[in-house]
């Protein structure tokens, strides 16, 4: 499965973007993932096979949407209400599996996009 993440850009605080993350092929859990220069990849948000489970990084809550459309293979990250600290690249992550609780560690999926870069300026 390959996966390619785009959407990312240039933004003001406060603002909003959407970012994709198109699949090649089917997949079960979806995932996206930022880094920050010189920090440590975390964990955004998760969402399930059918969209009936989503799981959002504390920080995130509230702000970001995450959502899939199984037919088109394609997950979205709605980000709104955008600060400077969520400056990042974003990458997507899927695996074929059906895990028994939200994934949110990296080595839990299996297959990973290119990263879009966000940028957030105040």
């Known amino acids: 499965v390959q996966l390619q993440a785009s959407g990312g850009g240039l933004v003001q605080a406060g603002g909003s973007l959407r970012l994709s993350c198109a699949a090649s092929?089917?997949?079960?859990?979806m995932g996206w993932f930022r880094q920050a220069p010189g920090e440590e990849r975390e964990f955004v948000a998760f969402?399930?096979?059918?969209?009936?489970?989503?799981y959002y990084a504390d920080s995130v809550k509230g702000r970001f949407t995450i959502s899939r459309d199984n037919a088109k293979r394609t997950m979205y990250l709605q980000m709104n209400s955008l600060k400077p600290e969520d400056t990042a690249v974003y990458y997507c992550?899927?695996?074929?599996?059906?895990?028994?609780?939200?994934?949110?560690?990296?080595?839990?999926?299996?297959?990973w996009g290119q990263g879009t870069q966000v940028t957030v300026s105040s």
């Open positions: 992550a899927a695996d074929l599996r059906s895990p028994r609780t939200v994934p949110q560690r990296g080595g839990e999926y299996n297959y």
């Open positions: 969402i399930s096979w059918s969209g009936g489970v989503t």
């Open positions: 092929g089917r997949t079960f859990s």
